[in-house]
């Protein structure tokens, strides 16, 4: 799709100086002598007035006032979490939507008081997504007597802890005792920091937890080490070992939280919590015959390095094989991809077993290294006011905008405040089939290239081969133009309005709960403009 056209003011020759002065002289002296021949002085505008003329899905209307246009010119409207912002073009003159304007995230609310951020921070931690409508009236209580429960027994913890280091050999009657105490204390509570930390994860926990799992068990080991090279610089164990418990406590809570969803993957009936304890007992007599062993093991001296060595190998690769072995009817990202692109090639979607095989065990969720942004701001899928005015029209039906930044080289899908589960998925699928026609076309470039190449290759000097084989590299890394883009966008909305339903309907077939989608699509909406 060609970029929409913008109306330009059309540039009239300059006459000459005395030419001017007479029309203006005759001008003035008829208004004089006809004052009916005056044109009617528009009605005031007030700013809201205005304002209200500009704040409209697209920007205002083409035979807006020339001081209007002068205005800047409000492209959409953004909300994260009640919050909405203006992105406004930012140029001289009234061809503020030409190639190069710059775009401008405006707030629209006054900066909230220091208290309330505070309190915003510590809800993020301490509440789930949603709250209070993503959790049960009953859940309040039960967390108060939770906090009051952990409370008086970590206070109690610090009486137990001096009394065992007290028992192993510490003076009872020096400061000895109560310095060793302290100092495991904060071990302990570095690790219960690092715990709580990293508990803001919230739904990537349900997102993406079989990569969560694996980061785990990797904090894990890691924290492992930690307290092994305790042994080599004995006046650094408190610093490193408040590092391995934080590491340590990290991994322990990606285990607990992720525990739930893969144990509920093999129950049937209402018997998670049967399934939950059998597993759990299963984990811990192989834990104790482990101990077991190692303590046999270690009568004979061997290399701490080495059987260090051996053991995280032999953890971190049945750890590998525990999540990749987890079989999951849900479709978060990777698994959508994995699903898509099967698909795209082969026309169709792979089952269960293989879908959760073939899925990207290290692709976590922090990771910035991703083809496909769904759900991303305004601002990071656009930098050029006129790339959206010229896809605008292909979604006017469609609650979500797909674009290709070529700056980034990214994918993004933007959400639209009235989104569904399904247009989510929609908008999931509709970046993929674009990234695979943008692929394809990548390709078919290259291949002619190489064809090319090949052939000039046969007629020219050694000299004019290098040069040429500059040249095609150097090709071969541009990026598409931005008429390309928009074409294939338009070619990507034909393509997902003939296929989505059927892979849907595939999709459905092969067991995959596509009702229930855990892609992770991000908290940005575009507002309609009519609505502020």
């Known amino acids: 799709m060609a970029p929409i056209p913008l ?29 009916s021949l005056l044109p009617p002085s528009p009605p005031p505008v007030a700013p809201d007035q205005v304002v ?23 492209l959409c409207c953004e909300e994260i979490d009640g919050k909405r912002w203006n992105y406004v073009v930012e140029a001289e003159g009234p061809r503020m939507s030409r190639r190069g304007s710059s775009l401008k995230a405006v707030s629209l609310q006054s900066p909230g008081a220091p ?8 809800r993020s931690y301490v509440v789930p997504e949603g709250f209070p409508d993503s959790v049960t009236p009953s859940y309040v209580p039960y967390m108060t007597w939770r906090a009051l429960k952990h409370f008086f027994g970590g206070a109690m913890g610090v009486f137990t802890t001096r009394t065992l280091l007290t028992s192993v050999g510490a003076s009872k009657n020096s400061a000895t005792s109560g310095a060793v105490a302290i100092n495991w204390i904060l071990k302990d509570g570095a690790g219960r920091v690092g715990k709580m930390l990293y508990s803001r994860q919230g739904k ?53 939280s992720t525990r739930t969803p893969i144990y509920k993957a093999y129950a049937k009936g209402e018997n998670i919590g049967d399934v939950t304890a ?74 269960l077993k293989e879908g959760n095989a073939k899925e990207n065990i290290f692709s ?10 769904l759900g ?47 247009d989510i998925l929609k908008a999931a699928f509709h970046a993929h089939v674009l990234l695979h026609l943008l692929n394809s076309s990548n390709v078919k470039q290259s291949s002619r290239n ?59 077939d092969e067991g995959w709960i596509m009702s229930e989608s855990l892609i992770n699509p991000g908290r940005a909406r575009l507002c309609a403009m009519d609505q502020h």
């Open 7 to 35: 109306k330009h003011s059309p540039a009239s020759a300059a006459p000459n100086e005395a030419r001017v002065i007479v029309r203006d002289a005759m001008r003035t002296a008829a208004l004089a002598s006809y004052p």
């Open 52 to 74: 209200a003329e500009q704040v409209r899905f697209g920007g205002p209307a083409a035979d807006t006032h020339a001081t209007v246009e002068a205005q800047p010119r409000v």
């Open 115 to 122: 208290i309330d951020e505070i309190f915003a921070f510590i």
């Open 204 to 256: 990537k926990f349900d997102y993406d937890l079989k990569q969560l799992r694996f980061a785990g068990d990797l904090l894990l080991e890691l924290g492992a080490g930690l307290e092994l090279a305790t042994s080599t610089v004995p006046h650094l164990f408190l610093p490193l070992a408040c590092m391995a418990n934080v590491a340590k406590n990290v991994g322990t809570v990606t285990s607990t």
């Open 278 to 351: 059998k597993g759990e007992c299963v984990g811990n007599i192989a834990d104790l015959l482990g101990t077991g062993l190692s303590i046999l093991v270690s009568k004979s001296n061997p290399s701490l390095v080495a059987s260090f060595a051996f053991l995280s190998c032999g953890y971190l690769l049945s750890s590998y094989q525990e999540v990749k072995s987890v079989v999951l009817h849900t479709m978060n990202r990777a698994r959508f991809a994995v699903a898509v692109n099967s698909f795209l090639k082969t026309g169709s979607v792979p089952s």
């Open 364 to 373: 976590f969720p922090w990771s910035k290294q991703t083809s496909v942004v």
């Open 376 to 422: 991303s701001r305004f601002g990071e899928a656009f930098q050029d006011p006129s790339a959206f005015l010229a896809i605008e029209s292909l979604f006017e039906k469609e609650r979500y905008i797909v674009t290709y930044n070529p700056s980034k080289g990214n994918i993004y899908a933007l959400l639209k405040d009235k989104a569904k589960s399904d």
């Open 450 to 508: 190489l064809t090319h190449h090949s052939q000039s290759s046969m007629n020219n000097s050694l000299s004019n081969h290098s040069q040429s084989s500059l040249n095609i590299s150097l090709s071969n890394h541009l990026l598409p133009t931005a008429i390309d883009i928009e074409a294939q966008v338009a070619e990507s909305c034909k393509a997902v309005s003939c296929f989505y339903e059927d892979f849907k309907r595939k999709a459905a």
